[in-house]
C-alpha cells in the first residue's frame, strides 16, 4: 500500500491503535513497524528503555497497599455477578433446532450491518484477545508486579482479577462474529496468534507511573470505542450485539475508575513524578495495545484498521482529544500544586495538548475530505474492500 490518506492523523483507534502524537503537538503519518520480522521471531527496532522508576519509590506502592484494598479492589466484580459469554449468545444446551434458530436469528440481525463495521468489531476483538500481553505488561511494573503468579498484594490481585474479567470480551466478541459467518475465522484467528507472538511496546519502562496513566487513557478509550460499536450495532438493526457491546463498555469504564483512581492517589502523594509520568505518556505518544497488529498479509493492518475506525467514527482523534480533557478536568491538572520545575513545564505541557490537537485534526480532515478516502482490502473478510 502506498501512502494514503488517513485523515492526516493516523492511528487514533480505540484498543486498538497508537496515536502519533509527535512532540510539540505535530502529527504525522508513520509506517507500522515491521510486524513481519516480530512474526518471524527476529528482534524488533522498537527503543527498549527498562526499570526507570527510582527504586526508592517502590516503598510508595507498598505503603499504598492498604489504601489499595480499601479503595481499587472494591472496583473488581465478584464472578457470580458477572456476565459470562454464554449468557449472551445462542444457547448450546437446547435442542439442535432451537439452538439453530437462534443462530439463524443472530445471522438475520447481523445482515445489514456494513463490512466496514465488521472490519473494526474484528479488531477491537483482536485487540481484547491479547489480553495475556496486558496482563504480561502490568507485571513488568517495579513495586505493583505479581510476584509468585498468586501474590495477595493488592497490586497482584488486582492484576489477576482485572485479567480475567477482560477475558470475557474477547470470548465474547469472538463467539458473535464467529456465528454471523460474515468474517474469515481463520485469518482472525493467525491475526491474534501474531499478535500475542509480537507483543506490545508501549513505552512504560517497569514504571508503575507510567503503567497506571497509561492504563487510565486505555480503559476510557476502549469504554469509548466499545460505546460507539454498541450504537452503530443498534442503529444497524441488531439490538443484541448493541448490548453485548454496551455490557463490554461497562466493564471497561469501571476499570477506567479504578486505574483513575490510582493516579488520583499518586497525584496526592507525589504530585511531581505523576505529573512527569503524564507528560512523559502524551509527548512519546500513547501507543495503542495492538499496535503491531499482522495478519500474515498486510504489513500495515493496524494502521488501516485504525482508518476504517475513524471513518466509522468508532475511535477518532477528537475521541483522543476528549479523553485527554476528561482526564485533566478528572485529576484536577490545571490547579495541581507542590510540583517542582520539571513538573510544572509537563503541567502546562499536558493541559495545553487537547486543543492543540483539535486544531490539527480540523485542518487534517479539511485536507481529508478534499482528498477522498482509499479504500482498503482486509483478509478478516474475505479480502473484500472497504
Ligand atoms: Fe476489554
Ligand atoms: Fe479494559
Redesign the pocket.
Known sequence: MGTMQILGVANFTA?TSHAFIQRGGATTHRRSQPVSATAAGAPTKLKQIAHSMPPEKIELFKSLEPWASENVLPLLKPVEKCWQPNELLPDPAKPVADFMDEVQALRDRTKELPDEYFVVLVGDMVT?DAVPT?QTMLNTADGTRDETGSSPTPWAVWTRA?TA??NR?GDLLRSYLYLSGRVDMLMIERTVQYLIGAGMNPGLENNPYLGYVY?SF??RA??VSHCNTARLAKEGGDPVLANICGVIAA??KR??RAYVRIVEKLLQVDPNETILAIGKLLRNKITMPAHLMYDGQDPQLFEHFAFVAHKLGVYTPTDYADIMDFLVGRWGLEKLEGLKGDGRREQEYVCGLAPRIRKLQARAEERAQKDGFQRLKFSWIFNREV
Open positions: 484498543t481484547e496486558y482485572w474479567e477482560e470480551h492504563t486505555q480503559e476502549t469504554f466493564d471497561e476499570h477506567e
